[in-house]
Nanobody, 126 residues
Framework: QVQLVESGGGLVQAGGSLSLSCVSS???????MGWFRQAPGKERELVAA????????KYSDSVKGRFTISRDTAKNMLYLQMNNLKPEDTAVYYC????????????????????WGQGTQVTVSS
C-alpha cells in the first residue's frame, strides 16, 4: 500500500480557482488514480478519475467543464485544477490510487481503491 499526501486546499471565493496536488510514495505508473470529496453529512463521491496512461479521464457531472484531472507519472504526482468554484464544491478532497493491469482503465467506485490520502479541505465562500 502506498502513501498519498494531498496539498493545495484552502479558502476561496465563489468563481475562484484552486489547484490540488497529490504525491505518492510509490511509483504511480501502475496506478489508476482519482479524486474524491466528502462534505459533512454526505457520502464520499467521485470528482474525477484518470487511467494509468492519463489518456482516459472521467468526471462527475457536477464538475465537468470546471475541473481538470491530470498526472505526471515521472514525478509520482496527481493534480486537480478546479476553476469557477461554487459553494457546493466545499468538502474534504481525497486522492486515491489502486494498482491496475489495463493502462486505459479508470476506477470510479471508491470501494475499489486500496490507498487513500488524508484529505485536504476546500472551502468556497459565496
Amino acid at each position: 500500500q502506498v502513501q498519498l499526501v494531498e496539498s493545495g486546499g484552502g479558502l476561496v471565493q465563489a468563481g475562484g480557482s484552486l489547484s490540488l496536488s497529490c504525491v505518492s510514495s510509490g511509483r504511480t505508473f501502475t496506478f489508476a488514480m482519482g479524486w474524491f470529496r466528502q462534505a459533512p453529512g454526505k457520502e464520499r463521491e467521485l470528482v474525477a478519475a484518470i487511467s494509468r496512461s492519463g489518456a482516459t479521464t472521467k468526471y462527475s457531472d457536477s464538475v465537468k467543464g470546471r475541473f481538470t484531472i491530470s498526472r505526471d507519472t515521472a514525478k509520482n504526482m496527481l493534480y486537480l485544477q478546479m476553476n469557477n468554484l461554487k459553494p457546493e464544491d466545499t468538502a474534504v478532497y481525497y486522492c486515491a490510487a489502486n494498482v491496475v493491469a489495463h493502462i486505459a482503465l479508470t476506477i470510479t467506485d471508491p470501494g475499489q481503491y486500496a490507498s487513500w490520502g488524508q484529505g485536504t479541505q476546500v472551502t468556497v465562500s459565496s
